[in-house]
């Protein structure tokens, strides 16, 4: 019997892009993508939602955003960037709500947000479940 998805998905998000890990707990995923590999929004597509506005710039990289892999792997060049420039409130939700509109609310002196508080919520359960110290 193999493992839920829910639960190999972060698994191997962990292996490859420990950043990414902390977008895959399940309330998040359900605002992301509800694990659909090929979701589309109608602005961003995949199963980590990557914003077509990226699709370009992305591809002149090597990485296509319509496959589940190259999805994946955009979401940890983006995350990773955000995280080398901002705190991870900033990147989380320059994540959540393009860098545009998370600066807009720099602007106005909020650096946290409903879904960066989530998501590090999130991280803190994953990493104890990855850790052995609590049960899913």
């Known amino acids: 019997v193999s493992p839920p998805i829910s639960i ?11 950043h990414l890990l902390v977008l895959w707990h399940k309330k998040l995923n359900q ?3 509800s694990f659909r590999l090929g979701a589309d929004s109608g602005w961003a597509y995949g199963v980590c939602q990557i914003g077509y506005i990226n699709a370009d710039w992305l591809a002149d990289e090597g990485v296509d955003i319509f496959t589940t892999s190259g999805n994946i792997e955009a979401a940890c060049i ?4 955000y995280l080398s420039r901002y705190t991870t ?3 989380l939700m320059a994540y959540n709500q393009g860098e545009y509109g998370a ?7 909020i650096y946290q947000s409903d879904y960066s508080r ?3 919520d999130a991280a803190e359960k994953w990493r104890a479940i990855i850790n052995g110290t609590i049960n899913q």
Request: charged residues 20%.
């Open 8 to 18: 190999v998905i972060p698994l191997i998000l962990f292996a490859t892009c420990p």
């Open 31 to 33: 605002t992301e993508s």
């Open 78 to 81: 983006i995350l990773s960037d």
């Open 89 to 91: 409130d900033q990147a």
């Open 103 to 109: 600066s807009e609310d720099w602007d106005s002196g």
């Open 118 to 120: 989530a998501v590090q």
